[in-house]
RNA sequence: GGGUCCGUAGCCUAGUUUGGAUAAGGCGCUGGCCUUCGGAGCCGGAGAGCGGGGGUUCAAAUCCCCUCGGACCCGCCA
C-alpha cells in the first residue's frame, strides 16, 4: 500500500493505540494532545509517549504506574506498523516499528511516488506571493544581498510542493534616490553602452556617482556651519574623511571613469538638488525623467536577471514600483490614510501615527512589543512632495493582496520597523485581514569580516564572483576526480556543483543568524556541504546502474541496524518536509539532505548491496539504495540544489 | 537612552516554536580503514553541560525574571 507519510501512519498507530487504552482505563480524564517523541536512542523504541507524567501529577499517581497499565490493555492487533510497546524509565512508553511493515510501505511508497515523495499536501491550499531579493536595481546583487533569493527561491519551492499556490515577485525599487544618482552619473556620461556585464557597469556607475554627490554635499554643509567645534560638525567632518577615503578608492581601483564623471558633474554645484529634482520629476512621471531612469534599469535588470537565471532562480512577476506612483494607486492610498484619523501634519511633512494604530486595536503584543514602546511614526510624504519606500510599499501590498490570500516578504531583518509599520498602515486602513496574512520572513546579514558589504560604498563582492570562484573550484575537483568524463559534461557537473555548495552555505544556516562570509564557508565541498550530498548521491546511482532490477523483494531480510535507521530517515522526510514549509524553515531541509546522506554513506560502507547474498537480499537493498536516491533528489530539489547522476 | 534579535567544545553550526531519557554534527587536532558497489568516503578518540545568576517544573539548552557581551533598528534612506 502506498503511504504519503510512512512514518506519519506509524506515529498515528502508536497515538491512536494510545488514546485507545488511555480513554479506555480513565475515562473521566480528558486528554487534549497525545503528542509523540523522537527517542534520543534507537533502544526506547521510535516513539515515545511523555503522556503519563502528565497524567500522574493530575491523578496523583505513579507515572511508571500507570504507564504499565496502559501497555497491559494495549490491542496490538489493529496497529500493523506496530510491534512492541515498552514501559521505561520513570514512566515513558516506548513504541517500536515493525520494521518489516515499514520498510515495505517506505520503500515502496517512495518508488511509486518518486518525484512526489514526501510532498505532502496541505488541505489548506492557499494563493501565496513570495516577493524576494527585490535588490536595489542600481547595482548587481551582491553576496551579501543573495541569501535573499536564494531562500526566497527555497520558500516558493517548500510551497509549491505543499500544495500552494505560489507567485514569485521581485519588487522593482525604481523610485528611490539610488536610481536618480544613478541616471544623474549616467547622464553624465553621456549614456555609455555598458562595457562589462551591465549591472557591474551601471553598479559602477551608481558607486561613482553616488561618492561625489555625498563628497559635494558634505562639504558644503560643513563650509555653511563655520564655527567647527559642534558635534555635528565633528561628525559630518568624519563623514566627508570616510567618503573622501572611499573615493581614492574608487580612484584607484577605476581611474578613467572616476576622472571621467569628475569632470563632467564639475560644473554642477549643488549636485544633491539636482538628483532630488530629477527624483520628484521620475516619481511624477515627467517624461524625460522617465525615459532616462527607465533606460538606466532596464540595462541594469537585464544583469541582474542574468545572474538570477545562472542561479537558476526565476520570477513569475517583475513589479514596477513607479507604476504605483504613476497610476495614482499611491495618492489614493494617502488619501484612504488622512481620512482615518491615523495621519498628521508636520508643515508638508505626513506623518503615520504607527502607535496610536496599534493602541487602538491592542496589537503591541501580538507583534512582540512591550506595552509602554513608543512605536516610531513613520514618513508618508517628504517635504518636497516625494514619498518614501515603505509608503509606495502599501498600494503595493494591496496590490498583491488582489492576486493572492497571502503574502511572504523576504526582507532583510534591519527593516523590520518599517514591515511592522507596514503591517500597521493595513490596520489603519481597515484591511486586518491582510495585516494578519503579511509575512515579513527577515534574515540577518552576511558581512565580510570586519564590515558591512554597501553598493552604496563600493564595498561588496558580487554575487556573480562568487559563483564564477565556486563553479572553478568545483571544475578543478571535477578534473582531478573524473578525468574520463566529457567536457560539456565536466562543465555541467561544475556548475551544478559550484553553485549548490553556494545555495547550501546560506541555506543552513538559520536566517536570524549572521553570516560572515569567507571563501572556504560558501565554497565547501567536504562534509556537511551540498557536494558531499551530490557525492552520495552519485554514489547511489552508480549502485544502481550496475544492480539490475527485480521485484523479488523480501523487506524481512533488512535486519541490520544501519539499514533500519536509513529506513527510519526514508520514512520521516514526509514530517520533515510539513515542518519545514509549515514553518517556513528552509534550514530544515538541508539539515535532513545532510543526514541522509550521512546515513547512506555508512551503510554505503558497511554493507554490499550488488554482492550480497540471498539475492533477494541483494534485490531489497538495491530497492533501498533507489529509495535512497529519490529522496534525496526530492530534498535537494526543495533548495534549489540538483542531483548529478556522476560527478 | 528606548526597542528587537543572537550568545551551545579552539572555530562554524543543529537542537529553543511544541520542556523529557547519556546535548547532535562539521572544521581543526588525533588513531585506524586499498572491505566488494566511486576515498568529495568510512570507523574510532580527545574536546561543551548550553554567556552568568535566580526562578517555575517530577523534568530546562528549551519557559519566566535579572544581568553581561555582540548585532540591528529608533532617517524627509531603502
Given at each position: 500500500m502506498v503511504s504519503v507519510n510512512p512514518f506519519g501512519d506509524f506515529r498515528e498507530n502508536c497515538r491512536d493505540a494510545l488514546r485507545e487504552s488511555i480513554t479506555q482505563l480513565f475515562p473521566s480524564i480528558s486528554v487534549e494532545s497525545f503528542l509523540l517523541d523522537i527517542p534520543p536512542n534507537p533502544e526506547f523504541g521510535e516513539l515515545a509517549s511523555t503522556i503519563c507524567f502528565e497524567l500522574g501529577r493530575q491523578m496523583e499517581k505513579k507515572p511508571k504506574k500507570m504507564a504499565k497499565q496502559i501497555v497491559d490493555i494495549m490491542e496490538m492487533d489493529n496497529f500493523p506498523l506496530i510491534k512492541a510497546v515498552t514501559v521505561a524509565g520513570q514512566g515513558y512508553v516506548n513504541f517500536y516499528a515493525n520494521f518489516t511493515a515499514l520498510s515495505k510501505t517506505t520503500i515502496e511508497s517512495i518508488h511509486s511516488l518518486d518525484t512526489t515523495y514526501g510532498f505532502v499536501k496541505t488541505n489548506k491550499p492557499k494563493r501565496i506571493i513570495v516577493e524576494h531579493t527585490s535588490s536595489n536595481p542600481m547595482s548587481p546583487i551582491h553576496i551579501g544581498q543573495a541569501r535573499n533569493p536564494i531562500l526566497g527561491d527555497s520558500l516558493a519551492r517548500l510551497l509549491t510542493a505543499r500544495g500552494h499556490t505560489v507567485f514569485r515577485h521581485f519588487y522593482i525599487d525604481d523610485v528611490g534616490r539610488q536610481s536618480a544618482v544613478a541616471a544623474y552619473g549616467y547622464q553624465k556620461l553621456g549614456k555609455p553602452s555598458p562595457k562589462e556585464k551591465p549591472d557591474h557597469y551601471i553598479g559602477l556607475i551608481y558607486t561613482l556617482t553616488s561618492c561625489l554627490i555625498e563628497i559635494n554635499r558634505l562639504k558644503k554643509e560643513t563650509e555653511k556651519s563655520i564655527e567647527g567645534a559642534s558635534e555635528t560638525t565633528q561628525l559630518m567632518q568624519r563623514q566627508l574623511d570616510e567618503w573622501l577615503s572611499i573615493a581614492a578608492e574608487l580612484e584607484a581601483k577605476h581611474p578613467k571613469l572616476f576622472n571621467q564623471l569628475l569632470e563632467k558633474t564639475?560644473?554642477?554645484?549643488d549636485k544633491q538638488t539636482l538628483v532630488n529634482n530629477l527624483n520628484r520629476a521620475y516619481e511624477i512621471g515627467k517624461e524625460k525623467a522617465r525615459v532616462l531612469v527607465r533606460e538606466v534599469c532596464h540595462l541594469s535588470l537585464e544583469g541582474i536577471r542574468e545572474t538570477l537565471i545562472n542561479a537558476e532562480i526565476f520570477f513569475d512577476s517583475w513589479d514596477w514600483e513607479s507604476e504605483f506612483a504613476w497610476n495614482s494607486d499611491v495618492s489614493k492610498i494617502l488619501n484612504a490614510l488622512k481620512k482615518t484619523g491615523y495621519v498628521y501634519q508636520e508643515g508638508p511633512v505626513l506623518e503615520f501615527d504607527a502607535n496610536k494604530v496599534a493602541e487602538d486595536f491592542r496589537l503591541k503584543e501580538k507583534l512582540g512589543?512591550?506595552?509602554d514602546y513608543e512605536i516610531p511614526s513613520l514618513t508618508l510624504v517628504r517635504s518636497d512632495g516625494t514619498t518614501l519606500y515603505t509608503t509606495r510599499d502599501i498600494p503595493y501590498t494591496l496590490w498583491k493582496f488582489r492576486i493572492a490570500e497571502e503574502v511572504i516578504n523576504v526582507v532583510g531583518m534591519e527593516q523590520k520597523l518599517s514591515q511592522q509599520q507596514l503591517k500597521l498602515a493595513l490596520w489603519g486602513l481597515g484591511y486586518a485581514e491582510k495585516a494578519k496574512n503579511l509575512t515579513h520572513f527577515s534574515y540577518n546579514l552576511v558581512t565580510l569580516p570586519g564590515y558591512k558589504m554597501s553598493s552604496r560604498k563600493g564595498r561588496y563582492i558580487s554575487f556573480d564572483e562568487v559563483i564564477e570562484e565556486a563553479v572553478k573550484r568545483a571544475r578543478e575537483e571535477v578534473e582531478t576526480r573524473s578525468p574520463q568524463l566529457p567536457e560539456a559534461e565536466k562543465q555541467k557537473i561544475s556548475k551544478i556543483v559550484g553553485i549548490g555548495a553556494l545555495k547550501y552555505a546560506l541555506v543552513e544556516v538559520d536566517p536570524i543568524k549572521p553570516v560572515v562570509f569567507t571563501w572556504d564557508r560558501v565554497i565547501n565541498f567536504e562534509r556537511n556541504s551540498a557536494p558531499y550530498i551530490q557525492y552520495s548521491h552519485a554514489r547511489a546511482c552508480s549502485i544502481l546502474k550496475k544492480a539490475t532490477k527485480s521485484k523479488r523483494l523480501n523487506f524481512s531480510l533488512l535486519v541490520e541496524p544501519m539499514e533500519r535507521d536509513l529506513i527510519l530517515t526514508l520514512a520521516r522526510f514526509p514530517e520533515v518536509f510539513i515542518n519545514s514549509a509549515d514553518n517556513l524553515k528552509p534550514s530544515a531541509i538541508s539539515d535532513y539532505a545532510n543526514l541522509l546522506a550521512d546515513k547512506f554513506n555508512s551503510f554505503y560502507n558497511a554493507l554490499s548491496v550488488i554482492g550480497a547474498k540471498p539475492k533477494a537480499l541483494s534485490n531489497t537493498r538495491r530497492a533501498l539504495v533507489e529509495a535512497v536516491s529519490i529522496v534525496i533528489r526530492n530534498s535537494l530539489n526543495l533548495i534549489g540544489i540538483k542531483a548529478p547522476l556522476r560527478m
Open positions: 564639475m560644473k554642477d554645484k512589543m512591550k506595552d
